[in-house]
């Protein structure tokens, strides 16, 4: 535990540290605030690449800032929208009629409230969806967050927001570790590196815990937490017949050891691993239920679960002979 000053918050892009979350526990717990903090130690900062060639030089920033980073989690994700990157989209209500006569009028109607709400920006095209006439997509053109409360009117009703999303490549996804130790954290980030590779980790985050304690002084100190702005290597994937970004990332394994540490990766593309023998193995994944390592809960010999057990059917058709 360090005792620093407490770190600024930040803008999007900024290295020191995310946008601070304060949070009130019972008790005698210190009002303390949730950070993340961005060291510069992806390869991509690195003067020359792995084969010892120099480096383009690049700007020591994340490319993300930590609130714009893709979601990690499953349901945070809207599927059933297939928002493309850079694209907001809203829905008609039923009782707007939409005839092809006033389509042009619409677009622009609907473009130039776009425009009032966010005069700084050059707000791109305006499209209807020729399979589904009644959804609107506007391409928004900032790495900002867009504010889905801005409000767009047409023939007096108000277009439903669906969703939005940010200016992320659709190879880029977020893998969240947890349980670190504090003397562990730089050799994690270095055998992650090496064990997702070819796919490239292009930043890092890590979570840090601030508060005063009772005399008043900032204490900081992590919390277990890394994240990870992971670039999917789409090339050798394409071999596997894996075509698109989230297949790549479903192939990914559930686990990643490091001496005697082994640490779950949670990611939004992750499927149900199996949590008996936490295989670490790309390309390959099977549940609990069909873990062949796993011991039968009737003759304890791996292999098998227990409905495939010999021995517990034939157990079975002996009490049924009696």
Known sequence: MTRTSSPATSTPGDPKTTENTPTQSLGDTPV???THEWPPIAARLEPLNDDGDPRPAVARHPLLSFAELPPHQARILNYDARVAPGVVRYGLPPRIKLPDATRIQDMVQIHSQICEAHPELEIGSITFKKSRPRIVDIHWPSS??????????????????????????????TIVIRDIEDASFDAVCRGLRDF????????????????????????????????????LDMKGSTDRGLLYP?????????FFVLGENKYKLNYAARLDHCTFCQSTTFFEHHRLADCTLRLCSFC???????RSCPAAKRAEADQAQV
Do not use: C, M
Request: proline share 9%; hydrophobic share 35%.
């Open 300 to 306: 304890q010999d791996p292999g098998h679960p227990l």
């Open 144 to 173: 900002q967050p867009y504010n889905t409360e801005t409000p767009i009117w047409l023939s007096g009703e108000r277009l439903i927001f669906i969703a939005a999303a940010g200016r992320v490549k659709e190879t880029w996804i």
């Open 196 to 231: 997702l590779s070819p796919h490239e980790i292009l930043d890092y985050w890590r979570g840090v815990l601030n508060y005063t304690d009772r005399n008043g002084n900032p204490v900081r100190f992590p919390n277990g937490e890394l994240y990870i702005l992971v670039e």
């Open 32 to 34: 303390y605030t949730a």
């Open 246 to 254: 989230n297949d790549v990332a479903s192939s990914l394994p559930g």
